[in-house]
């Protein structure tokens, strides 16, 4: 591995509904980030809308691009590398995240660095925790994945357990957007389920036949809308702020048993948590406890950096430049990718 001394990247990400950039020091030492969000767009149809989120990353990037590098007090001229999430993600979207790095790398002459979505969020935690360097076991948990994933070194990494069907945080926005919660509802339910009796409705606890740290989310999302549905058909009312509590206890416990059986099986007492639904209340006062109780050491990211930002991108850029991961001007878009590479 090559080291750098006071390595600048200017990072870009837009795999979905934020246009997000920042400078970043070195891996660790965040210069400057700025998140525009759409969310309040997408809110009206319940969800992302691709060509919408596409179409708003093309008019906010320059501008947020040139705040990042303004906030940072630093010129173009005093930057040493560019990153930018090349997968996985909307296509359309990461599109104008790429190109817009490549015409800038096309015009400068800086390295280009692609960076992968979940290893970006990962590396969230390096920003948070500056002591913090792998071997780790990382619970990644986003709007399109949940993984169990062993991060050997910054840029190798095996995937442990991962969902059969629905993401947690998708999972916990279907079920919010049934209760009439504006999207994306996890954190809305997250906090109606604060002020709620978790033990109030009965919820499954799925596992996965042979597969002990896979997770099936799909059937449990099904039992909580038939609840909801029969309760309807009978004139009864549901209360939000119990089923949220109790739908969100059967979640996280799925995630919690999965992720404390692979750490004691797999003997690693430094554990890790990563991406939007990284910041769940109950997800984090429970790991807290667990790893407390098994005298586990527990790294988290500053809630700022659990959602999508351009800070984590260039945080994991640092590691993935100095392992010689680089790319050229035909670097291209994947919906999905592996985080393993
Ligand atoms: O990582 P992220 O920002 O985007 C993706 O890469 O998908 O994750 C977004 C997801 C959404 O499903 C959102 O509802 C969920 O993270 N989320 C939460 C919370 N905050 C965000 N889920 C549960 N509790 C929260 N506090
Ligand atoms: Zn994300």
Redo the contacts with the bound molecule.
């Keep these: 591995m090559k080291t750098e001394k006071n390595m600048k990247i200017l990072a870009i990400e837009s ?2 509904d934020e246009t997000a950039a920042a400078v970043v020091e070195n891996g660790r030492n965040v210069l400057s980030s700025v998140v525009v969000s759409q969310i309040d767009e997408h809110k009206l149809y319940g969800g992302v809308v691709p060509e919408i989120a596409s179409r708003r990353h093309v008019e906010a990037i320059t501008g947020v691009v040139d705040e990042a590098l303004n906030q940072s007090g630093l010129a173009l001229s005093d930057i040493d590398a560019l990153a930018v999430t090349y997968a996985p993600g909307l296509i359309g979207a990461l599109l104008v995240g790429i190109n817009f790095a490549k015409g800038l790398s096309y015009a400068t002459g800086l390295p280009l660095i692609p960076v992968h ?1 979940l290893r970006s ?1 990962i590396a969230a935690n390096y920003i948070t925790n500056p002591s913090l360097r792998p071997p780790f076991l990382c619970l990644v948990v ?4 949940s993984h169990i994933v062993y991060v050997e070194d910054y840029t190798k990494m095996k995937i442990i357990g991962k969902t059969r069907d629905d993401a947690a ?2 999972a ?2 279907k079920v919010a957007r049934v209760i009439g919660m504006p999207y ?4 809305n ?2 906090k109606k389920a604060e002020l709620g009796n978790d033990s109030a409705y009965t919820m499954p606890r799925p596992k996965v036949a042979d597969s002990p740290y896979d997770f099936s989310f799909s059937g449990l999302k099904t039992a909580a809308l038939n609840l909801i549905h029969n309760a309807e058909q009978r004139g009864e009312t549901v209360s939000v702020e119990d089923l949220s509590a109790s739908y969100r206890r059967a979640v996280i416990g799925c995630l919690t048993d999965n992720f404390i059986k692979a750490a004691k099986d797999l003997n690693c007492s430094k554990l890790v948590i990563a ?3 990284s ?3 109950l997800l984090r006062r429970e790991l807290t406890r667990i790893c407390a109780e098994c005298g586990y050491e527990l790294y988290m990211p500053e809630l700022k950096y ?3 930002n351009g800070a984590m991108v260039g945080a994991q850029a640092y590691y993935e430049y100095l392992n010689g991961n680089t790319a050229g001007l035909e670097l291209n878009a994947a919906a999905t990718m592996s985080i393993e590479g």
Excluded at 184 to 187: A, D, I, N, T
Aim: net charge negative; proline share 4%; charged share 15%.
């Design positions: 795999s979905c979505h969020h986003s709007g399109g994945h945080g998708e916990f926005d994306p509802g996890g954190v339910l997250d991406g939007g639904v910041a769940n209340t659990c959602g999508d």
